[in-house]
Each structure stands twice: as C-alpha cells, then as structure tokens.
C-alpha cells in the first residue's frame, strides 16, 4: 500500500535509519506529519537549517552556528583551558554540560567510535595531542567507554603524552563496564568525576 505513496515511502526510509527507530514507528511519524502541516513545515525549516547553518566547531568538533568556526565554549574564556575532556559523542558532551559539573574544554571523537571497530586516524586524535600541547593543557580527562576500542584510544592517548606533564585521568567510581554515560543519572555522574583517577 506504502508503495503507491513514494514521498510517505521516503520519509519513512529515511527515519528508519534514525536510532531505536523501526519501520513500524517510521511510518506513524510520517503519518502524523501528513496530518500536522504546520508542524511538517516547522520541521523541514529546522532540518534545513540542521543542514546548512549547523557545523562542527573546529577546535573540539561540537556543533556550532558561529562564523569563525569555534562553538561558543571554545571561546568562552571564562572556562577553565587547563583541562580537555575527551568524549565519544555530542550525545556525551551534553550529558556532561547539563550536569553542571565541569567547566574546562572538550574534544569530541565523534561517531567513529562503535562497537564495531575503531579507526584512530579518523577520531583527529593527532589533532588532539598538538592541541594538548599548543594549550599548555595540564589534564586530559577521558569520558570513554570500558570497551576494547575505549581501551585502545586510551592507550593511544597515553603513549603520545607519556613523556609530557599532562595527567591522563579517567572518570571513576559507579560507572558500570561498558556503560555508555548518556544512561548515568547526574548523582553518579558528578562522583564519577569527584573520584576519576589516573590512567
């Protein structure tokens, strides 16, 4: 039946490739956007400007809507530029920025990092290790899952800096293994950070 209808078609391919979306919810998303206009319109307007204003800051990869290319934390100089945290994901960033608890910079891997398999030459990490340096960072602190690839840029990190000053630090106590810490209440999220320890 879909079939007679290709634009529904499309848009209920495209969302299904959204995560934890089916097939099944795909097309009752697109059938309630056939049914709320204004709101179908209102949403194409933000895709299209998620399209063409939204950017990767090109200093630590968040999103940013700025000219210059920097996000508004790497120019914020009220933040602590002494310590970097290094996340997987923006998902992660915002996880950790809405809890209040950290007010240095970061450096975001990106969705490189997965479960199948890790590229260390697509994660920017040689780009991290200068900035490390060019900054004068004195702490790198590592927001990474306890899997074989979090494991592998971990020690990727630690064998570029091991002749330098910079702590290398990992968030500790109450994360599960292999946790992602998008799932982590802010309570444990605030002692994971109170109690990270070096790597």
């Avoid at 848009?11 to 956007?33: C, F, M, N, Q, R």
């Avoid at 920097?70 to 933040?79: F, H, T």
């Avoid at 702590?167 to 799932?183: E, S």
Wanted: aromatic residues 8%.
């Amino acid at each position: 039946m879909i079939d007679s209808f290709p634009v529904i078609g499309n848009i209920v391919d495209l969302l299904s490739k959204l995560p934890g979306v089916g097939e099944k919810t795909a097309l009752k998303y697109s059938l309630w956007l056939v049914e709320h206009k204004e709101d179908s319109k209102l949403l194409s307007s933000y895709l299209n400007d998620l399209g063409n204003k939204v950017k990767l800051c090109r200093k630590c990869r968040n999103l940013t809507l700025n000219d210059d290319g920097l996000c508004d934390i790497c120019k914020d100089s009220s933040r602590d530029g002494s310590t970097v945290c290094v996340v997987e994901n923006i998902e992660n960033f915002f996880a950790i920025e809405s809890s209040s608890i950290y007010n240095g910079m970061y450096y975001i891997l990106g969705s490189s990092v997965s479960s199948y398999g890790v590229d260390i030459h697509n994660l920017g990490l040689d780009f991290l290790i200068n900035r490390i340096f060019q900054e004068n960072v004195r702490e790198v602190i590592l927001v990474i899952s306890s899997t074989i690839e979090g494991d592998l840029i971990t020690q990727y990190i630690k064998e570029r800096l091991k002749n330098s000053k910079v702590d290398i630090t990992r968030i500790a106590y109450g994360i599960p293994v292999g946790v992602n810490v998008n799932f982590i209440d802010r309570t444990t999220l605030v002692e994971a950070f109170k109690s990270r320890r070096a790597v």
